[in-house]
């Protein structure tokens, strides 16, 4: 575990940045009855990933290659907006991690963008945990464990490195064009255009359900590009309510961190962060938000993006995850949680 005066700094930054912030009262990952069924040790049986490549790429082509790659245990799946990571591989769990964990999951990627071609751009890829949506009146909340190589194992970049991330749904208004035959149109509709159009169609604003996926970025700061004296990382949390990126703990040495996330039944975002693999407490908030001003309604999974700048050539930074987990602390969570909140083995 790190110097305790980095959890202090942690701590500060949480007070500075929560100031003004009008959300629920803290809910600290890992609150409630733990989800067997959406939760991972990696400990049982021959542990392995199906990839079916190629793998899709729906948010660059529009393509989606099914099947879509899929774990032997059916908790994991790949992502269709940006598809598998090249490398989900069953490891040793590195020293430090959790007692009793003997093994853990490897994830990094080589080809991040469209199967087949090199961008030379940042791109990242999708793992995700096999889930139900569930609406925030849950109180949902997930925790991962997370081992960060030495710094000359990093991809030798300044920028985001790796991703933990929530999939949710808000409700917004939309202009849409619809038929003169839907009553929505009628309500202050109106058409923008001429001929056949104009007169069988009205544009109209319409409550649209809105995926987004806030989240926590592992961002890299490289010596090597004249700007840091020494290697380092620092969490990023993306983002606040217009969708800027708001600073984290600094990251001075290698190794465990445990990384949280909780949403109240107001909509609001909750960012948790430690070093080493203890449980979060309320110390180690860093900021609770609404991300793009949006309110959430439903909490559909958690997911992890690995990120590179996809030249062909280079592989991205190698993280080790261990003991994945989602929770429930309210509403009807025994449909899903079905054994209580313990993530030490």
Request: hydrophobic share 30%; charged share 20%.
């Amino acid at each position: 575990m790190l110097s305790p005066v980095l959890r202090s700094l942690a701590y500060a930054t949480a007070i500075t940045l929560c100031c003004g912030s009008l959300v629920q009262a803290q809910h600290v990952p890992g609150t409630g009855s733990k989800s067997t069924t959406q939760s991972d040790d990696f400990e049982t049986g021959n542990w392995t990933f199906n990839y079916n490549m190629p793998k899709s790429s729906r948010e660059q082509d529009e393509q989606v290659r099914g099947p879509l790659a899929y774990s032997s245990n059916k908790k994991w799946r790949e992502g269709p907006k940006r598809g598998t990571p090249d490398h989900v591989v069953r490891v040793d769990t590195p020293p430090g991690g959790l007692e009793g964990s003997q093994y853990a999951l490897s994830l990094k990627s080589l080809h991040t963008g469209i199967p087949g071609r090199v961008t030379y751009e940042q791109q990242q890829d999708d793992l995700l945990i096999n889930t139900r949506p569930v609406p925030v009146s849950w109180s949902p909340s997930c925790v991962v464990r997370i081992y960060l190589p030495e710094w000359d194992q990093w991809e030798d970049r300044t920028g985001s490195h790796f991703g933990v991330r929530a999939d949710l749904r808000t409700t917004i208004q939309k202009e849409e064009d619809l038929p003169i035959t839907d009553p929505r149109s009628r309500d202050g509709g109106r058409s923008n255009r001429g001929g056949l159009f104009g007169r069988l169609f009205r544009s109209a604003m319409v409550d649209t359900v809105e995926p987004y996926w806030p989240g926590m970025f592992i961002q890299f700061h490289s010596k090597t590009d004249g700007k840091f004296e020494k290697d380092s990382a620092m969490i990023v949390v993306r983002g606040d309510h217009t969708g800027n990126v708001i600073p984290g703990p600094h990251i001075s040495e290698p190794g465990w961190w445990t990384l949280g996330m909780s949403f109240t039944p107001d909509g609001a975002v909750h960012y948790y962060a430690s070093p080493g693999v203890d449980d979060l407490t309320s110390a180690d908030l860093i900021t609770s938000q609404y991300p793009y001003g949006y309110k959430a309604h439903t909490f559909t999974t958690m997911f992890f993006n690995n990120v590179n700048n996809d030249d062909g050539k280079t592989w991205s930074t190698e993280f080790i995850i261990d003991d994945p987990a989602i929770y429930y602390a309210g509403g009807s969570n025994n449909r899903q949680a079905t054994s209580p909140s313990n993530s030490r083995r």
